[in-house]
Nanobody, 123 residues
Framework: DLVESGGGSVQPGESLRLSCADSGITLGAYSITWFRQAPGKEREGVSC????????EYADSVKGRATISRDKAKNAVYLQLNNLKPEDTGTYYC??????????????????WGKGILVTVSS
């Protein structure tokens, strides 16, 4: 199962690093996408990293503030979020599929989902 960690409550301008790990599948074989859903809003794709070539994509809302990376030795994918804003608040999910390249514009075809982790940005 995909398991997210690293969420929490922070103040605007601070940073968080979210982790996505799995003990059952090799994440390097999958494209991994981070999604988020704010209360009362639709789920949106935030960032993804493509399998095999690690090409990345970011939503405009986080471009320049987010970095997605993969650690194959730890079987994990990370999402570094800097200069957090209140509008970054939401539940963050990681998901895995076989897309090449990955895209943040669609959640269809995701094979595995994590249960999500809450990020709250508030002063």
């Amino acid at each position: 199962d995909l398991v997210e960690s690293g969420g929490g409550s922070v103040q605007p301008g601070e940073s968080l690093r979210l982790s996505c790990a799995d003990s059952g599948i090799t994440l390097g074989a999958y494209s991994i996408t981070w999604f988020r859903q704010a209360p009362g809003k639709e789920r949106e794709g935030v960032s993804c990293i493509t399998r095999r070539n690690d090409i990345t994509e970011y939503a405009d809302s986080v471009k320049g503030r987010a970095t997605i990376s993969r650690d194959k030795a730890k079987n994990a994918v990370y999402l570094q979020l800097n200069n957090l804003k209140p509008e970054d608040t939401g539940t963050y999910y990681c998901a895995a599929d076989f897309s090449m390249p990955c895209t943040v514009t669609s959640a269809s075809g995701m094979r595995y989902w994590g249960k999500g982790i809450l990020v709250t940005v508030s002063s």
